[in-house]
């Protein structure tokens, strides 16, 4: 599967195949088994013989979405936050993280918790301004820079190559939540970073049944192998039927990113000086400010993520959500299906999100039926 030869998409449209000499089988079984028997020489007859540790379904999963992020490696867990929280585990006590201020709001409040534990310190800078990453570093003391590019939910950019060479020259690591890219668009990886990571809840698996996270790495470090070690021991690895279903949604995650990416420009476009909206923020509108960095950096495509700031305020864009017929008010992201959310609501009031976002996550339905549900729903606030 990690033939360097075959493209991406090749490589997701073949993820499901099974090496499965005896049966032949194009679909690869699902190993529910909980324990593997030793051969007669009591010896393990597979890599692991207990299912916390792995399993050969989990393991055919990580081989693809490493292949498709140029990774060595890919460990898969539960859900992003286990991920998530499992490589903030592997920062030394006292270490120094530095992050942006507009992000995931689960990741940020995990690092305030851990900040709060006395267990990290915490610099969050903000990305819209030049400079603020590197003057946020302490060489030396900085053990990890997290960033999200396109960042959750104003879409600003983060150029990777230059947080690269910045987190490098402080001696820290620099990981991406590359969420939003599918890894379809953006691969991290090859742009410098260290590890990359994915709520493979969002794009990969893009049905929105599945529940599931993933870092990748771009060499085997003592890092991965701590990483890889409190997995099995914290019991966070994805299970073998969500492995298959994942396996299953990311057959298609070419052509479901694509689709998503061309609705989210035709919506993005049509709403751009509409009277009921504020400011479109879609990283493929010229106006955008991160939109010369995405030119860049996103090869193949905007993505489907987008947020409205909508004319009135917290009021007004609660109730755009309540009005819209196709589009789902749900949270959530990356699946064939358009949701929209007020993140205000979710977030709480300390949140620096502004007061009239919505976000929507662009599906991949015909872009003229988003569009006049938008309208219908607009002409009602
Ligand atoms: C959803 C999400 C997460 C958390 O992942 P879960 O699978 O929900 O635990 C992290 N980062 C981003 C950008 C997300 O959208």
Known sequence: MSDGALRPETIAAHALRAADEATGAVAPPIYLSSTYARDGNYKPKLQENYVRNGNPTLWRAEEAIAALESGTSALLFASGMAGIATLLETVPPGAHVVAPDVMYYGTRDWMKRLEGLGRITLTL?????????????????????????????????????????????????????????GAVTTNPLKLGADIVFHSATKYLNGHSDVLAGVLVTREETRRWADIRMLRTRMGAPLAPLDCFLLLRGLRTVFVRYRQCSANAMAIARYFEGHPGVERVLYPGLASHPGHAIAARQMKDGFGGMMSLLVKGGFEDARKLCTRLKVIVPATSLGGVESLAEHRKTVEGPASPV????????????????????????????
């Not at 959750?152 to 969420?179: E, Q, Y």
């Not at 007061?355 to 606030?381: T, Y």
């Open 354 to 381: 502004p007061d009239n976002l919505v976000r929507l996550s662009i599906g991949i339905e015909h872009a003229d039926d988003l569009i006049a549900d938008l309208e219908q729903a607009l002409a009602g606030v």
């Open 125 to 181: 800078f903000d990305p819209r301004q030049d400079g603020a990453l590197e003057a946020a570093l302490q060489k030396g003391k900085t053990d990890l820079v997290w960033i999200e590019t396109p960042l959750n939910p104003t879409w600003d950019l983060i150029d990777i190559t230059a947080a690269a060479s910045a987190a490098h020259a402080a001696g820290a690591i620099l990981a991406v939540d590359a969420t939003a890219t």
